[in-house]
């Protein structure tokens, strides 16, 4: 017709000119029976009417009185108690246990790398590896001490003692990560400058090997199998400045405090020591603190370094116990039951965390969360007991070094990439800071 009569067309689109609901996500049987309910003019008795509540409980896992098919206003239904929600969207004010977020990082369970540490010498009182700034890993494998460079992957030995009888007890790195100092079973203590791959002094004060050292500055501390400590001034040549005698049997843990204040000493004595870093009234040095109330030799010593007063110790396999202290009220903060012996401890920079290394019989790594002392996750691989940890530089990787003669690397406190970034740029400030200070 002239008029114009409407031609009918197909869409372009499938289903664009209308709505085709899916019956499958509604409970239309649910909103029939409610409907249709409203019309029944019957009566129930109060028992026919708690026999069906049950009835309906049970089939449908909630009380169909109750149930509504849409809610305009209100808080949202909360889901029943132990309720498994398949559409994960009805209930949305109570978390059910297959929607529930886990907190938390994920910390890789296998080690980053695992390196060969042959003939690394299986006793709990040496200290054989260190970690310094410039990211070399020293590592003393019987009579020869090897640097790993983490960057490069290149290995070199930097020295090998000349008795075979001989060997390296303990390695530590200046702040600076430009020299090492290596402590002996011949009682030296060494001083290697790796630029030049060189041995720039030996100092001998000790008459028993030296098994623990502790840079402060320029102040190096060793201990010994005696139960001594030595202070040596690397700079000048009359080096030993001061004895401390506070262990009546090997110091095994030794550790300056970050703000360079007090010295901690662990011993085979059970003993753990505070020492401060001036001499007392009387020209001798006295601990502040000793702490008596570890069962089993102490070597894991660690500072704290978000607190400069709070120490975290480990005792060893007839004590099995960590505990933190406050150095300058002399109280134990808390104390947790390792299971087994602990041979070291590290703080973490990057988390509120710390971790610890472990003997018989899981020879495992544990990460703790601080203050609450709960587990954060256990690593595990090595299978003989746990001798030493050390971190890099960076405070993101672990190297913990066995007696099963490997050295494994673990990222458990990798930083987040946007506190990273963060961290990086408030440190770039600083700098920037300096530089228009001194400008």
Not at 253 to 269: I, M
Not at 293 to 315: E, F, I, R
Not at 330 to 345: E, F, K
Request: with cysteine; hydrophobic share 35%; charged share 20%.
């Amino acid at each position: 017709g002239k008029s114009g009569s409407k031609i009918q067309s197909t869409p372009t689109k499938a289903g664009g000119d209308r709505y085709i609901p899916n019956r499958s996500t509604m409970q239309m049987e649910m909103a029939n029976f409610l409907l249709t309910k409203e019309n029944d003019p019957a009566e129930e008795s109060p028992t026919k009417k708690e026999q069906q509540k049950a009835w309906a409980v049970n089939l449908n896992g909630f009380d169909i009185e109750e149930a509504k098919i849409l809610r305009l206003s209100g808080k949202p239904q909360n889901a029943p108690e132990g309720y498994q929600n398949n559409l994960k969207v009805l209930y949305s004010q109570k978390t059910t246990p297959g929607s529930s977020r886990k907190n938390g990082r994920y910390i890789p369970s296998m080690p980053d790398r695992i390196l060969d540490a042959p003939e690394i010498r299986n006793d709990y009182y040496l200290n054989l590896i260190d970690w310094s700034s410039q990211n070399f890993l020293a590592v003393a494998l019987d009579n020869s001490v090897y640097l790993w460079n983490h960057t490069s992957g290149e290995i070199i030995q930097l020295l090998q003692m000349e008795h075979p009888d001989d060997y390296v007890s303990s390695v530590s790195w200046i702040k600076e990560g430009n020299y090492l100092a290596v402590g002996t079973s011949n009682a030296e203590v060494q001083l290697w400058d790796i630029q030049q791959q060189k041995r720039l002094r030996n100092m001998t004060s000790h008459s028993s090997r030296v098994g623990s050292l502790s840079w402060n500055s320029y102040i190096l501390s060793s201990g010994a199998r005696t139960g001594h400590i030595h202070h040596h001034d690397v700079r000048v040549a009359e080096h030993h400045v001061a004895t401390l005698a506070g262990h009546t049997q090997e110091v095994c843990g030794l550790k300056w405090s970050l703000d360079g204040r007090y010295l901690a000493s662990g011993g085979n004595d059970n003993l753990v020591n505070i020492w401060p870093c001036t001499q007392g009234n009387s020209g001798d040095f006295a601990p502040v603190q000793t702490f008596t109330q570890h069962q089993g030799a102490v070597k894991a010593v660690a500072w704290c370094p978000w607190q400069s007063n709070v120490l975290a110790t480990g005792g060893g396999t007839s004590d099995r116990h960590i505990r933190i202290w406050n150095v300058c009220s002399g109280t134990c903060l808390s104390a947790v039951d390792a299971h087994s012996q602990v041979c070291s401890i590290l703080w973490s920079t990057n988390y509120k965390e710390f971790i610890s290394g472990h003997g018989f019989a899981q020879n495992q790594l544990v990460v703790w969360k601080y203050p609450t002392m709960a587990k954060v996750t256990e690593l595990r691989g090595h299978t003989a007991r746990v001798l030493n940890l050390t971190m890099s530089p960076d405070g993101a990787t672990v190297a913990s070094a066995a007696a099963d003669e490997t050295l494994r690397l673990w990222r458990c406190f990798e930083m987040d990439p946007v506190k990273k970034k963060e961290r990086e740029k408030a440190n770039s400030a600083k700098s920037s800071i300096i530089h228009q200070g001194i400008r």
